[in-house]
């Protein structure tokens, strides 16, 4: 019984058109069949075990909470702080677009969420104020990317789930690369825009912004806070999101009502429809491939070929690379990270690092044609065409290629706000 209803949501996928869940369902069937005493029913078991943990919870959750505050104001009012701030800064509008991206992204969890709610105002504030469309689409895309390095992250919940390694320690691991990225972002928009300026600071305009995002700033705060002071876990901490969220966007900002609450909800639940059979086949397959001890069998086999740390960071990378601009990073992370990870701890490479490298790294195909989220997300966003906003991204394409570097060679980036390690 149990087979034939994995059978079912393969024809089902392939109706939907959803290729990777396709090839995941086989290749599940598949092994089962041939590999597990010819029971293929046994799948059906994992792919339950795999959807029926506590921690999974958090990602739609976050996701929640995430939509919620786009479609509210906070984006607003994080950006009107931002500028106020970098005012006085030479190219301050650009800095404002990079720190505003880095401040939504820590309260969503996203990187398309990031680019529209921040892109769908700075976007505007940047051609008016002179700079070129390039900059601004390129500006954003990237910005936007932080969304999946900066905590609270879905793929760092992802990757920490499906490796089994501390989703806490990877949320604290992240800081210090976003930290990277922004200041990388930001002293190349600093040194493109250096005669451009808003003018001089205004503490009337300052007071007046930080009165309007006082309710947005501490949320952060709040999640993350809670997390690292052992007063809630990652799924109560998402949960915690929703509530401040509403209650802030509801409530104290009144910029919802509970109309909007309802669409946006369901369209949360549309979004995670797609990523839940990703994960729980990739899991099925997880659990068998470890019982039979295929990781183990890789880690020897390539441990023959690779002869040193810096060999499998490289290498590593490019597949990474290549496998980021057809597959979308959840996927990507639930399918490679149970294999590459046993390979990176037998190289040297802490677990906790090589899940911050896998995720910036994945992040850049959100700027890489063909599959690029972010630059579909910005085709429609800013009315541009594909390749308009292909050449806009490729200067931060080479920035973020910089920052991969300067994050997978130097480990204390990602390592230094996590005790012990």
Known sequence: MEMWLLVGLIVLLMVLRQPVLVLLGCAALFVYSVWNDGRPEYAAYDVWFAVNQEVLLAIPLFVLA???????????????????????????????????????????GSAAVTLLAVGGIMYKALIESGYSKSFAIGALCSGGVLGIIIPPSIPLILYGYITQVSIAQLFLAGIGPALVLVAIFAAYGFILNFKRREGGW?????????????????IPLIILGGIYGGIFTVTEAAAVAVVVAVLVEVFLHRDLSFTD?????????????????????????????????????????????????????????????????????GSATLVLAPLLQPLAEANGVDPVHFGIIMIVNLGIGYLTPPLGLNL?????????????????????????????????????????FIAGR
Not at 77 to 101: K, N, Q, Y
């Open 202 to 218: 205004r503490i009337s305009g300052f007071l007046r912004a930080i009165s309007r995002s006082i309710f947005a700033l501490p």
């Open 66 to 108: 995430g939509a919620i505050m786009s479609k509210g104001t906070i984006a607003e009012r994080i950006i009107d702080l931002m500028r106020e701030i970098t005012r006085p800064v030479p190219g301050g509008l650009a800095l404002a677009a990079v720190l505003s991206c880095a401040g939504f992204a820590a309260i969503s």
């Open 376 to 416: 579909i997300v910005a085709m429609a966003a800013f009315q541009e065409s594909f390749w308009t906003v292909v050449k806009a991204v490729l200067p931060f394409i080479a920035l973020m290629l910089g920052g991969l570097l300067l994050i997978a060679f130097v480990p204390e980036i990602a390592l230094m």
């Open 261 to 329: 609450l309802k669409a946006v909800t369901t369209d949360s639940a549309k979004l995670l429809g797609s990523l839940y059979p990703v994960l729980a086949f990739a899991f099925s397959l997880n659990v068998f491939l470890t019982a039979e001890g295929v990781p183990q069998q890789l880690v020897a086999d390539l441990s023959t070929l690779i002869d040193s740390k810096v060999e499998f960071i490289l290498l590593s990378n490019l597949l990474l690379l290549l496998v980021g601009m057809v597959i979308d990073v």
